[in-house]
């Protein structure tokens, strides 16, 4: 009876000390497990800092892209405004342009007829001078020696044949003999 007690002791105690042998072993295990965890979380921290600040510079980055939008809109519709603004100008400039031109041609029709008028009235100027002052439509040929007035030969003829021997432009009397032709 002892002795079988005593195996059954034996038995247990080896029983025991497996069980030890187990327990060392899985606190081996959580240990690794632990440390396992431990590392997890900090990759999975890191993993998630990361994260965070990837989600920022993509707040970031859109950011930057409605700003570069924005300006780029800005941008064009000035350029819009620009080109409106120098078609404008250029039809303007375009019109003033040939308005100067017409004008231009104005004043030099206008110089053009002012010369024409001028010579014009010089020539009826200078006409009226060689002109006999008595009847207005012959040449000047003949002159009154006394006075050295000078008229057309047909009216001073009419004077001394009409007895009227004055000279028409201040009363002198005047005979035949006193009229000489000129050579203009
Ligand atoms: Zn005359
Ligand atoms: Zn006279």
């Given at each position: 009876?002892?002795?079988?007690?005593?195996?059954?002791?034996?038995?247990?105690?080896?029983?025991?000390?497996?069980?030890?042998?187990?327990?060392?072993?899985?606190?081996?295990?959580?240990?690794?497990?632990?440390?396992?965890?431990?590392?997890?979380?900090?990759?999975?921290?890191?993993?998630?800092?990361?994260?965070?600040?990837?989600?920022?510079?993509?707040?970031?980055?859109?950011?930057?892209?409605?700003?570069?939008?924005?300006?780029?809109?800005d941008v064009q519709r000035l350029l819009a405004e620009r080109t409106a603004n120098l078609?404008?100008?250029?039809?303007?400039?375009?019109?003033?342009?040939?308005?100067?031109?017409?004008?231009?041609?104005?004043?030099?029709?206008?110089?053009?007829?002012?010369?024409?008028?001028?010579?014009?009235?010089?020539?009826?100027?200078?006409?009226?001078?060689?002109?006999?002052?008595?009847?207005?439509?012959?040449?000047?040929?003949?002159?009154?020696?006394?006075?050295?007035h000078v008229f057309c030969n047909e009216c001073l003829q009419a004077r001394l044949e009409?007895?009227?021997?004055?000279?028409?432009?201040?009363?002198?009397?005047?005979?035949?003999?006193?009229?000489?032709?000129?050579?203009?």
């Amino acid at each position: 009876m002892i002795m079988a007690l005593k195996r059954q002791s034996v038995k247990q105690m080896e029983h025991i000390r497996v069980l030890e042998d187990k327990d060392k072993l899985l606190a081996k295990q959580v240990q690794v497990l632990e440390k396992e965890v431990v590392a997890t979380q900090s990759a999975v921290k890191a993993c998630k800092e990361k994260l965070e600040d990837m989600s920022l510079r993509q707040n970031e980055v859109t950011d930057s892209l409605t700003r570069a939008e924005t300006r780029f809109n800005d941008v064009q519709r000035l350029l819009a405004e620009r080109t409106a603004n120098l078609e404008k100008e250029s039809h303007h400039s375009r019109r003033l342009q040939e308005e100067c031109q017409t004008l231009r041609r104005k004043l030099d029709r206008s110089t053009k007829e002012q010369a024409d008028d001028q010579l014009r009235s010089e020539r009826d100027e200078y006409k009226a001078l060689l002109k006999c002052s008595s009847c207005s439509t012959r040449f000047k040929s003949h002159v009154i020696t006394r006075c050295m007035h000078v008229f057309c030969n047909e009216c001073l003829q009419a004077r001394l044949e009409t007895r009227q021997r004055k000279c028409p432009s201040c009363a002198e009397p005047f005979g035949a003999n006193d009229v000489r032709k000129i050579f203009l």
